[in-house]
């Protein structure tokens, strides 16, 4: 059975750090991209950074979170994590991993997605 499980969200103050982690089972990890997205209320799902858990390549978006994420992996725990910095309260949100065959530029793209986690929630306290 695949799993994705996420953890590390909560309660940070504005100007704050948290690192999420993705820890995935119950496929090869090697064969997956792995991107993060974040879903506020009201508001719909958008990409903020993915991995190739093979090689490493890395995207991140022009628009959300833009130069205060940082992904990467670790293949031996097969998990991803994406380090958040200078957190505002507009990141308030749940953030969940998700698994995509292969790398490329459908990154952003939540319905190319075959596998989710069920997410964490970051608040950001103003």
């Known amino acids: 059975e695949v799993q994705l499980v996420e953890s590390g969200g909560g309660l940070v103050q504005a100007g704050g750090s948290l690192r999420l982690s993705c820890e995935a089972s119950?496929?090869?990890?090697?064969?997956?991209?792995i991107g993060w997205f974040r879903q506020a209320p009201g508001k719909e799902r958008e990409g903020v950074s993915c991995?190739?858990?093979?090689?490493?390549?890395?995207?991140y978006s022009d628009s959300a979170m833009v130069g205060r994420v940082t992904i990467s992996r670790d293949g031996a725990k097969k998990t991803v994590y994406l380090q958040m910095h200078n957190l505002k309260p507009e990141d308030t949100a749940v953030y969940y991993c998700?698994?995509?065959?292969?790398?490329?530029?459908?990154?952003?793209?939540?319905?190319?997605?075959?596998?989710w986690g069920q997410g964490t929630q970051v608040t950001v306290s103003s």
């Open positions: 119950g496929f090869t990890f090697d064969d997956y991209a």
């Open positions: 991995i190739g858990t093979r090689d490493g390549r890395t995207a």
């Open positions: 998700a698994a995509v065959p292969s790398f490329g530029p459908w990154c952003f793209t939540p319905h190319r997605y075959d596998h």
